[in-house]
């Protein structure tokens, strides 16, 4: 009996190890089939702005001595540098990263077991790009400064922390239910909370301890300290790394939990209202549109609230961009997001102006939310409440407005490619077009450099609402410009 079970495990054993070499030939080859040529392109041209740019900060910094100002030594920066990306890391991990965490069902038909198949991912989420990328970056940030020791010290260290952050992801992607996802997120708070004592406690220990930060009491303890405290940090995130692989391991997908098919929903309960939202919830081009616009135009927002700009310029010069550009970036591509099933809704009984209507109505609740995230900056400068109402009105009634038209333009878009440098859904039309996004902005500028605040805000809130009050009679003159033109668009975004 023993001999039989010994040999039964062996041969177990045998056939996982088959099972993940042939998963990972699978994975090598269809990496090696997407390889592209123009990814790797944009990859080095950032790489290489990066480095430009980090390299002039640094000659910068050395021209006016201000690493050697440092009121401890410099060697902690490597930990301090290999942990502050964890935030921004999974943050970048949540907006684009999208590695498979489930088997599909030809991999179900074969035998794979989820020992293998947790094996394999976690292969996959260990050499991936968004992995490496931060890691590196902030290694040779180190490098510049600091013995090539030490910079081997920060990727390990950053290395292991994003490795936590894309094990949490994969838990969090194959998570069924509530019930998992609600102790790992106590757990990573908690990780993180215990990470970043550690750091500051090493930080305290080897630089703050002594009387005089600069000049350790022994020679090279702040070094050798550091480096015990990166070796306590990867150790640690070592162990929460395997507890992640393990809980991963063990979790079932709902399906496979509850014996019973998740709930879809059905095509009687999809309504006009809710096709925009839908679009963007499930479109990888337009989500990453959104969350990406949406926090850059929003922080340059923040940026400009320098009592020294509003005070020399009397406007704050990005909060219409701030407002409007979210919107307007998914405005400018029309109808291409239903060109791919226009013949679907030529069959409700959805006439084409109800369309055209309810994205404007979908533009303006985006206007409304910039709105509202933006209206901290404008409590904190004591700016009048209304120029922000007034720049909403304006956004709405003028800047998405005029980007309408585009319906009559546009061309159908792949929905599940990435935005990142894609044009992929643009035409001469539509490009030429948008140069009338400059009046808007035009009449913006002008209006709070040459008139006085409250008039600049009496003139946008006006042309805002006549833009509101012309929005029903100009969607109907489009519906009609679009509908005399429905068969040249059709076979336009069929063969496209």
């Given at each position: 009996?023993?001999?039989?079970?010994?040999?039964?495990?062996?041969?177990?054993?045998?056939?996982?190890?088959?099972?993940?070499?042939?998963?990972?030939?699978?994975?090598?080859?269809?990496?090696?089939?997407?390889?592209?040529?123009?990814?790797?392109?944009?990859?080095?041209?950032?790489?290489?702005?990066?480095?430009?740019?980090?390299?002039?900060?640094?000659?910068?910094?050395?021209?006016?001595?201000?690493?050697?100002?440092?009121?401890?030594?410099?060697?902690?920066?490597a930990?301090?540098?290999?942990?502050?990306?964890?935030?921004?890391?999974?943050?970048?991990?949540?907006i684009w990263?999208?590695?498979?965490?489930?088997?599909?069902?030809?991999?179900?038909?074969?035998?794979?077991?989820?020992?293998?198949?947790?094996?394999?991912?976690?292969?996959?989420?260990?050499?991936?790009?968004?992995?490496?990328?931060?890691?590196?970056?902030m290694?040779?940030?180190?490098?510049?400064?600091?013995?090539?020791?030490?910079?081997?010290?920060?990727?390990?260290?950053?290395?292991?922390?994003?490795?936590?952050?894309?094990?949490?992801?994969?838990?969090?992607?194959?998570a069924?239910?509530?019930?998992?996802?609600?102790?790992?997120?106590?757990?990573?708070?908690?990780?993180?909370?215990?990470l970043?004592a550690?750091?500051?406690?090493?930080?305290?220990?080897?630089?703050?301890?002594?009387?005089?930060?600069?000049?350790?009491?022994?020679?090279?303890?702040?070094?050798w300290?550091?480096?015990?405290?990166?070796?306590?940090?990867?150790?640690?995130?070592?162990?929460?790394?395997?507890?992640?692989?393990?809980?991963?391991?063990?979790?079932?997908?709902?399906?496979?939990?509850?014996?019973?098919?998740?709930?879809?929903?059905?095509?009687?309960?999809?309504?006009?209202?809710?096709?925009?939202?839908?679009?963007?919830?499930?479109?990888?081009?337009?989500?990453?549109?959104?969350?990406?616009?949406?926090?850059?135009?929003?922080?340059?927002?923040?940026?400009?609230?320098?009592?020294?700009?509003?005070?020399?310029?009397?406007?704050?010069?990005?909060?219409?961009?701030?407002?409007a550009?979210?919107?307007?970036?998914?405005?400018?591509?029309?109808?291409?997001?239903?060109a791919?099933?226009?013949?679907?809704?030529?069959?409700k009984?959805?006439?084409?102006?109800?369309?055209?209507?309810?994205?404007?109505?979908?533009?303006?609740?985006?206007?409304?939310?910039?709105?509202?995230?933006?209206?901290?900056?404008?409590?904190?400068?004591?700016?009048?409440?209304?120029t922000?109402?007034?720049?909403?009105?304006?956004?709405?009634?003028?800047?998405?407005?005029?980007?309408?038209?585009?319906?009559?333009?546009?061309?159908?878009?792949?929905?599940?490619?990435?935005?990142?440098?894609?044009?992929?859904?643009?035409?001469?039309?539509?490009?030429?077009?948008?140069?009338?996004?400059?009046?808007?902005?035009?009449?913006?500028?002008?209006?709070?450099?040459?008139?006085?605040?409250?008039?600049?805000?009496?003139?946008?809130?006006a042309?805002?609402?006549?833009?509101?009050?012309?929005?029903?009679?100009?969607?109907?003159?489009?519906?009609?410009?679009?509908?005399?033109?429905?068969?040249?668009?059709?076979?336009?975004?069929?063969?496209?």
């Amino acid at each position: 009996m023993e001999q039989h079970t010994e040999r039964t495990y062996n041969s177990g054993g045998t056939a996982d190890r088959q099972a993940l070499k042939e998963l990972l030939r699978m994975w090598r080859l269809q990496h090696w089939r997407d390889f592209s040529w123009r990814t790797l392109f944009v990859a080095a041209y950032f790489a290489g702005l990066y480095v430009m740019v980090v390299v002039g900060i640094y000659m910068g910094l050395q021209g006016h001595d201000v690493l050697g100002q440092l009121p401890f030594d410099r060697s902690v920066l490597a930990l301090l540098l290999a942990v502050a990306v964890v935030p921004a890391d999974m943050l970048l991990k949540v907006i684009w990263r999208r590695s498979p965490v489930e088997m599909d069902d030809v991999l179900r038909s074969r035998p794979v077991s989820p020992r293998t198949w947790a094996l394999f991912v976690l292969a996959d989420t260990s050499v991936g790009f968004m992995q490496l990328m931060l890691p590196l970056a902030m290694a040779f940030v180190v490098a510049l400064a600091l013995p090539l020791a030490l910079a081997a010290l920060t990727f390990v260290v950053a290395y292991s922390a994003t490795m936590v952050n894309a094990l949490v992801q994969n838990c969090w992607r194959r998570a069924p239910g509530n019930e998992y996802t609600f102790p790992l997120l106590v757990g990573y708070l908690a990780w993180g909370v215990a990470l970043y004592a550690i750091v500051v406690g090493v930080f305290i220990v080897v630089g703050l301890a002594a009387d005089d930060p600069s000049t350790p009491p022994v020679a090279g303890a702040t070094v050798w300290g550091t480096v015990a405290g990166g070796a306590i940090i990867v150790a640690f995130n070592a162990v929460v790394g395997y507890v992640l692989h393990r809980y991963f391991r063990r979790m079932k997908n709902h399906n496979e939990n509850s014996g019973r098919a998740s709930h879809v929903q059905p095509l009687s309960d999809v309504t006009l209202a809710s096709m925009d939202w839908t679009a963007v919830r499930r479109s990888k081009r337009l989500r990453m549109t959104l969350y990406v616009i949406a926090p850059i135009f929003l922080l340059n927002t923040y940026m400009q609230q320098v009592p020294q700009v509003i005070e020399d310029l009397g406007f704050n010069t990005m909060l219409l961009l701030g407002v409007a550009f979210p919107a307007v970036m998914l405005a400018q591509y029309g109808l291409g997001v239903e060109a791919n099933y226009i013949h679907g809704i030529w069959t409700k009984p959805w006439p084409i102006e109800a369309v055209l209507r309810n994205k404007f109505r979908f533009y303006a609740k985006i206007c409304g939310v910039m709105a509202l995230l933006c209206l901290p900056a404008v409590v904190w400068m004591h700016m009048a409440p209304w120029t922000l109402l007034a720049v909403l009105l304006f956004s709405v009634g003028v800047f998405v407005l005029l980007l309408m038209p585009m319906c009559l333009y546009c061309s159908r878009f792949d929905l599940f490619t990435s935005a990142f440098f894609n044009y992929q859904g643009s035409n001469k039309q539509m490009n030429i077009y948008s140069f009338i996004l400059f009046v808007p902005m035009g009449i913006y500028y002008a209006a709070y450099y040459f008139l006085p605040t409250w008039g600049a805000d009496a003139l946008m809130a006006a042309l805002g609402i006549v833009g509101i009050a012309l929005e029903r009679p100009f969607t109907a003159w489009l519906a009609r410009r679009w509908y005399a033109r429905r068969h040249d668009l059709m076979e336009r975004w069929t063969k496209d």
